[in-house]
């Protein structure tokens, strides 16, 4: 939790927006999810409307890769917590559908790329590649403890990471990671039955059109740790 309020009273000020990406950065690398927060849409306590750095200042921080913005008093004592939570969440949206994930911390994803130490991390970081490749805008994970989940969004991908899991606390967890849409279901109860859940939910929720192609990637049914499946499917 990068809480700015706490960070400016230990440092100088003028360091906190460097300190801001650095931490981001970080717990990037590090597969940590990071939350921005304190006074985001200060003003919107007695306002309707928020200020236009304080805008800016929501955009830099999804610029930046975080996986979770936060508000606190804007929702806890102020006037307009209801319009507060919709600007952020427009916000956002507006910021996601310009976002290119490609132009993230290179630097660290080039690193990772080359740092790759077993078969697990080698089943996502193809992911992510054949994703990009193909300019896939899906990809799906089925996950028992969201690690795949995690790992994945680790390299930033364009494509949506749709996560299914048959676990509420799972589901939960996920909710926060950067670039995945968790959605909690049963799991199927074999590898032929797979294919039809996932394109079922996935036209359903309007995650993808009939006729696209997307990837996904699990393990053996009911085997934790055991990521080592990849397979591109198209929609109907």
Same mark, same amino acid.
């Given at each position: 939790?990068?809480?700015?309020?706490?960070?400016? *009273?230990?440092?100088?000020?003028?360091?906190?927006?460097?300190?801001?990406?650095?931490?981001?950065?970080?717990?990037?690398?590090?597969?940590?999810?990071?939350?921005?927060?304190?006074?985001?849409?200060?003003?919107?306590?007695?306002?309707?409307?928020?200020?236009?750095?304080?805008?800016?200042? *929501?955009?830099?921080?999804? #610029?930046?890769? *975080?996986?979770?913005?936060?508000?606190?008093?804007?929702?806890?004592?102020?006037?307009?917590?209801?319009?507060?939570?919709?600007?952020?969440?427009?916000?956002?949206?507006?910021?996601?559908?310009?976002?290119?994930?490609?132009?993230?911390?290179?630097?660290?994803?080039?690193?990772?790329?080359?740092?790759?130490?077993?078969?697990?991390?080698?089943?996502?970081?193809?992911? #992510?590649?054949?994703?990009?490749?193909?300019?896939?805008?899906?990809?799906?994970?089925? @996950?028992?403890?969201?690690?795949?989940?995690?790992?994945?969004?680790?390299?930033?991908?364009?494509?949506?990471?749709?996560?299914? @899991?048959?676990?509420?606390?799972?589901?939960?967890?996920?909710?926060?990671?950067?670039?995945?849409?968790?959605?909690?279901?049963?799991?199927?109860?074999?590898?032929?039955?797979?294919?039809?859940?996932?394109?079922?939910?996935?036209?359903?929720?309007?995650?993808?059109?009939?006729?696209?192609?997307?990837?996904?990637?699990?393990?053996?049914?009911?085997?934790?740790?055991?990521?080592?499946?990849?397979?591109?499917?198209?929609?109907?």
């Amino acid at each position: 939790l990068i809480a700015r309020g706490d960070l400016g *009273v230990e440092m100088d000020l003028s360091s906190l927006p460097k300190l801001q990406k650095q931490i981001i950065n970080h717990c990037i690398y590090h597969k940590k999810p990071s939350i921005v927060a304190t006074q985001m849409l200060e003003s919107m306590i007695k306002s309707d409307t928020p200020t236009r750095a304080e805008v800016n200042d *929501v955009a830099n921080a999804i #610029y930046d890769g *975080v996986d979770a913005i936060m508000l606190s008093a804007e929702t806890a004592i102020g006037s307009y917590p209801v319009e507060a939570v919709e600007m952020m969440s427009n916000i956002s949206a507006n910021i996601e559908a310009d976002l290119d994930a490609s132009n993230f911390n290179r630097n660290i994803i080039d690193s990772l790329s080359t740092s790759i130490t077993n078969n697990y991390l080698a089943i996502c970081h193809a992911a #992510y590649s054949i994703a990009k490749d193909l300019d896939l805008q899906i990809i799906v994970v089925l @996950t028992d403890s969201g690690k795949t989940a995690i790992q994945l969004a680790q390299f930033r991908p364009n494509a949506t990471i749709v996560a299914f @899991t048959p676990h509420q606390k799972t589901c939960n967890l996920l909710s926060i990671i950067w670039g995945v849409v968790p959605i909690h279901t049963k799991q199927p109860p074999n590898i032929n039955g797979l294919y039809s859940l996932v394109n079922k939910i996935l036209i359903k929720k309007n995650l993808i059109q009939s006729g696209k192609f997307f990837l996904i990637t699990s393990g053996i049914l009911k085997i934790k740790n055991s990521t080592n499946m990849l397979q591109i499917y198209q929609s109907k």
